[in-house]
């Protein structure tokens, strides 16, 4: 049997072939274990393996996986990954570390505004839609920039880069064009002088194009954790 340890050498090994082949330093791409739908012994299993980041989607699953290995806390640095909905933030606000889907101000500000006084700056990426898919979240790339201008003034909140999940695309050129969409929004936003520096992009199928594209941060499930069954 293929162990979580084995699998996540295998996703060293693949983002560090994908940072050579690009001229990349593999220090540049940081690794997000994507841990939704699986238990809880699956993460202890990660954390041993040396995975110190945790992408949850569902708030309340997220939730009950950070209480449930409390005794970890400080060595784990916890991600919310899926979509928002205004009356999911207090939670978020009172026990992630990161977020990487706020897709619009009101999202932002409730998240600033919840914060606990205690804790450290939510550290925050938009999620940007590049595809323009109708029904997909994320804010659109024409509005992306006027977002981060505001979420950048809000005092509780860290505005750290993007989050982009463009729909898969036939080959690896094709998709790389898509992720270098994010990351000319990335380079807009960096040139007008906001502290941006997170390119959360790339999951097991398509990391290699998004690290050719500039990621910085991988969000990886599968690949490290087996098929998700959402029975
Ligand atoms: C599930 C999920 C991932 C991981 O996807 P895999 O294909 O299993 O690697 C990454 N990002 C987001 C936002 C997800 O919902």
């Known amino acids: 049997m293929t162990t979580i340890g084995d699998k996540l050498q ?3 090994t693949r983002i560090e072939t994908a940072c050579a082949a690009c001229g990349r330093d593999a220090s540049s791409v940081r690794l997000l274990a994507v841990s939704k739908t699986f238990p ?3 993460l202890r299993e990660a954390h041993a393996a040396g995975l110190r980041s945790f992408g949850e989607n569902y708030v309340q699953e997220g939730v009950a996986k950070i209480q449930a290995l409390a005794d970890l806390r400080a060595s784990i640095e916890w991600h ?3 979509p928002l909905q205004s009356n999911k933030t207090r939670p978020v606000a009172e026990h992630f570390d990161w977020v990487h889907s706020v897709d619009r101000l009101k999202i932002a500000q409730r998240l600033s505004e919840q914060r606990p006084a205690g804790m450290a700056p939510l550290q925050v990426c938009l999620q940007v839609n590049v595809d323009g898919g109708a029904n997909k979240s994320g804010v659109p790339p024409a509005e992306a920039l006027a977002l981060a201008r505001q979420v950048a003034q809000l005092p509780r909140v860290q505005l750290r880069g993007i989050m982009a999940i463009p729909e898969p695309a036939e080959g690896f050129e094709a998709q790389r064009e898509l992720f270098l969409r994010a990351t000319a929004l990335f ?3 960096r040139a007008a002088g906001l502290p941006v520096d997170v390119l959360s992009m ?3 199928g ?3 194009a998004a690290i050719a594209a500039g990621s910085t941060m991988v969000r990886v499930g599968t690949a490290i954790f087996g098929g998700r069954s959402y029975a």
Do not use: F, K, P
Request: aromatic fraction near 0%; hydrophobic fraction near 40%.
């Open 80 to 82: 919310c990954i899926g």
């Open 40 to 42: 809880e012994a699956a």
């Open 187 to 189: 380079d807009e936003m």
């Open 10 to 12: 295998q996703v060293r």
């Open 206 to 208: 398509d990391l290699e």
């Open 202 to 204: 790339g999951m097991s």
